[in-house]
Structure formats: structure tokens, C-alpha cells
């Protein structure tokens, strides 16, 4: 949808900017005024389907002294901005509208608008643009502050998973911290405490591993004790099974689970990243440099699949 023109095409008082309604503005039939003075034209009819508050509101008589514009619609003053304003109304339209990518300085306005006027379709769009990523990366902890204390678990489960590509001494203080409630906020610690377990464990626990044979990224790098002059080889013993592996890749998974330790949502370069000296390693002996860059990056996909996997398996544990 474009934008309306915000040029005024009728006003009562030249200090008033007027938006006119973003579907047939020649039918609007009421104005609604922001507390810094826009007059958005708007249809009664619209926003009474949006909210039952607003059918309420509209369907009370005015009284006759009540203020009219230089057409006669009767104007209602709200307390909220034109900033909020202008976005919620147009959210009450049955529109293709979609906010404002860089809305998350004016999220809390809307959210608190959405709830005061019991606008559950608007809600619910504004959860929905939450939970994007590109909303959601932007500014996570804050996210799921404000998704937390309004109530939209499913925005606040994707801002808790977003969290995940910060290190805890990344995590800084937030005002919408305030929001929440103290146990909330541990919750989105401990989500993270235990996301960060689960994915080392992955590339450490020999159970994991043993699992993991039976894709050829790690199962080409299971080797005999006596591997070749020189290159060592470390056994990996689970509970129930036990194979080695040559030390430059027992090294390799060592460094990836350290990263885990810190962020569990690794990006894959970073998995690719540690493999150079590991292939530096690797080439010094005369049996393992057969094994093609692509074993070395598969290995490291296979790796990256696998944290993911085990990641979204932890719950967080949501509190409203
Ligand atoms: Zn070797």
C-alpha cells in the first residue's frame, strides 16, 4: 500500500496536520486526534470490527457542543502520539500495511495502544512483525522484554532463540527490563545456560559423537590406533562403544566446543574458521593428507547440524 499523502486536504485549524484515511478517504466519517495534534480521518465501520472498544466509543451519543470539524465529523481526542497513532490505525485496516521495519523505539507505545483498546488482530501483527528476524536480531533482550510482558509467548520463545548469538557478557541492561518479572528473566538465563550446555556437549560427550558416526563427515575421520608416523590419535569411549580419532580433530572439536560454551548459536564460519589449522595438521602425515578440504567441511556442517538439532530441543520455560 502507499503511503497517504499527508498533506492536509481539510482542516479546521491550520496548526492541525490531517492524514486522511488509507481506504476511500472521501467516506470517513470520524476523526481521531493525537495528543500533539494529527486528525486522522477515519472510518467508524473499521475500527468498530477492530475493537469492540471503539464500537462502544462510537456508539454513545455525542453530545451536541461536542467539537466538529469544518465538515461536521465529530473529532475524538486520545491520548496516544501521532507516531503510535498513525501505525495502529492503519494495523485496524484490512490492508497489505506492514509497520515500519525500525519500529522497536516506538513497540512499547503500540503494544500498550493495542491492549488498551482490546485490538487482538493488531496485537497479533505486531507480534507476528516481533518474531521476524530481522526484528527479532535487532534488539533481542528487548524483544523478549516486551513480548514477555505482554503476554505473546511465541514472539517471546523467537527473541529467547535470538539471544542465542550473544555471548552473557554481551547481555546488557535493557529499561524494558523493567517490564518483567525477575523470574522471567532468569528463565531467559537459564534457556540460555542450558542451550550453551547442550550445544558443547554435542562436539564433547562421547555418546554424542558414537551418534554422530553415522554420517561419512565424522565417520571418515575414525581411525585404527596405529595411524601413520607421528600422528597421534585420542580414543573416544562412550558407555556403550569406543573409536579414535586423530588429536588435531579431537583439538578441532575442542576449540568449536569453547565457542559453544561462550554462544551457543555458533555461525558456520565459525565452525570453518578453526579447520585451517586443523588441515595444517593434518597434511604433515602421510595418511591424512588424503583427506580433501571438503572431508574437513563436511565435518564442520555435519558438527554445525547437529548443535542446531540438539538447540531446538531446549524449552524455554515461558513466564507469563
Ligand atoms: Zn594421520
Known sequence: MSQPDMQAPETDNAAHRVVPAPLRPDSADVIIR???????????????????????????????????????????????????????????????FMSPINIIDRLQSLLQAAQKYVLCDVMQRLANQMQLRTT??????????????????????????QMLHLKPAD??????????????????????????RIASEVVTDAKVLDSLRSSAGLNRFVVKELHGPGCQSVLVKSSTNEFRMPAYIHRYLGAIARELEATPAVPIPLYRRHLNATHREAVKCQICRQYKWSDFLD????????????????RLIYEP
Open 34 to 96: 493525537s495528543c500533539d495534534k494529527v486528525d486522522y480521518l477515519v472510518h467508524k465501520a473499521v475500527l468498530s470490527m477492530a475493537s469492540t472498544v471503539f464500537e462502544d466509543m462510537f456508539s454513545i451519543p455525542q453530545p451536541e457542543d461536542s467539537p466538529k470539524s469544518a465538515k461536521g465529523l465529530p473529532i475524538i481526542d486520545f491520548s496516544e502520539d501521532s507516531r503510535t497513532l498513525d501505525i495502529i490505525l492503519r494495523l485496524c485496516y484490512p490492508l497489505d
Open 136 to 161: 527479532a536480531a535487532q534488539a533481542p533482550l528487548r524483544i523478549y522484554a516486551l513480548a514477555n510482558s505482554f503476554g505473546l509467548e511465541e514472539a517471546t520463545r523467537t527473541a529467547a532463540k
Open 171 to 196: 547481555i546488557k541492561f535493557v529499561p524494558e527490563l523493567r517490564l518483567i518479572s525477575a523470574a522471567a528473566y532468569h528463565r531467559l538465563l537459564e534457556y540460555h545456560e542450558e542451550c550453551r
Open 299 to 314: 565435518l564442520a556442517i555435519v558438527l554445525s547440524q547437529q548443535v542446531e538439532r540438539s538447540i531446538s530441543q531446549v
